[in-house]
């Protein structure tokens, strides 16, 4: 079993991109692209992220997603 060390402290959405700023100073950059309830989002809905010690949720679009998720590539898209 792996821990997740690193904290995220922030995340928004701009430019059809999500962007997760860790406490290291690390970025994690994913698409909304390919996701189909983050797809549908308004800019506002996008932007309204709430962070946890596991993962993002966006309350507006009942969409989470885990930090394993995102560090294996897996963010929501359809396979």
Do not use: C
């Amino acid at each position: 079993m792996s821990t997740l060390v690193d904290k995220a402290k922030a995340a928004a959405f701009a430019n059809g991109y999500v962007t997760v700023v860790m406490e290291s100073g690390v970025e994690v950059k994913f698409p909304i692209k390919g996701n189909p309830r983050l797809e549908q989002g308004t800019e506002v809905q996008l932007n309204n992220i709430e962070l946890s010690p596991f993962g993002l949720h966006w309350p507006d679009l009942d969409e989470d997603l885990s930090f394993r998720g995102l560090f294996e590539g897996n963010y929501g898209q359809r396979k």
